[in-house]
């Protein structure tokens, strides 16, 4: 159902296109084809063909999963453009990095520090 505030419903077209392309270009990455994702989701082949023929909205639920399978985070599977991804890459790489013991953390520094 279309937003009745034009410029709302512009934001919302954007993302989904931004999403869909961004789904296409992880899929092309590890060259899949959309049965793979399909499969790997488990999502019905309607539901996936509705995003990339209609431009449907997937369900939170369905970006969840998506993001899963391709082990992204929600920001950058919205991401615009590369500031936005390089972005939401730091914000994974943070996140991971806390994850992380003191010893893995020394470790990961000294070899970024040696590899550049």
């Known amino acids: 159902m279309p937003c009745k505030d034009p410029r709302i419903q512009r934001l919302i077209d954007e993302a989904v296109e931004t999403v869909i392309a961004n789904i296409n270009s992880e899929t092309e ?3 899949w084809n959309r049965n793979t994702l399909i499969n790997l989701t488990d999502t019905s082949s309607g539901t996936a063909s509705a995003w990339f023929t209609a431009h449907a909205v997937p369900s939170l639920k369905n970006l969840v999963r998506i993001c899963d399978v391709f082990e992204i985070s929600l920001s950058r599977l919205f991401a615009k453009n590369e500031s936005e991804l390089a972005d939401a890459q ?7 990095f806390d994850r992380l013991s003191e010893e893995q953390r020394t470790a990961l520094l000294n070899f970024i520090k040696h590899a550049m």
Do not use: V
Request: proline share 0%; glycine share 0%.
């Open 29 to 31: 990455k590890r060259n």
């Open 90 to 96: 730091k914000t994974e790489l943070l996140s991971e």
